[in-house]
Nanobody
Framework: QVQLVESGGRLVQPGESLRLSCAASGIDCIQYTLGWYRQAPGKHQRELVAHITNTGIKNYGDSMMGRFTISMNNANNTVYLQMSNLTPEDTAVYYC????????????WGQGTQVTVSS
């Protein structure tokens, strides 16, 4: 069974950096995409932050403005999100997301990790 375990979220001040991690296990499909979405307080829709395929192809949400970097350790299927120059607008619950492309395809969500940017 797939598990997505997130960590790294905490309170930081504007301008600081933070790294989130998501350890994925139980993936039995060779083609997949791992990434991050976020949901800001009071909003009902999750925004794409970044994702990366099993072959290393990366995509970023436009609003990230080049401040975020996604990477993955293929040996243990752990995906990282390096965030720099954080602003209060980055405050959100960040969710790890997995899409697999075998059979009919399936997607999974992590439990979310809270990032709060405030002085």
């Amino acid at each position: 069974q797939v598990q997505l375990v997130e960590s790294g979220g905490r309170l930081v001040q504007p301008g600081e950096s933070l790294r989130l991690s998501c350890a994925a296990s139980g993936i039995d499909c060779i083609q997949y995409t791992l990434g991050w979405y976020r949901q800001a307080p009071g909003k009902h829709q999750r925004e794409l932050v970044a994702h990366i395929t099993n072959t290393g192809i990366k995509n970023y949400g436009d609003s990230m403005m080049g401040r975020f970097t996604i990477s993955m350790n293929n040996a243990n299927n752990t995906v990282y999100l390096q965030m720099s120059n954080l602003t209060p607008e980055d405050t959100a619950v960040y969710y790890c997301h997995l899409s697999t492309y075998c059979g009919f395809g399936t997607y999974y969500w992590g439990q979310g990790t809270q990032v709060t940017v405030s002085s």
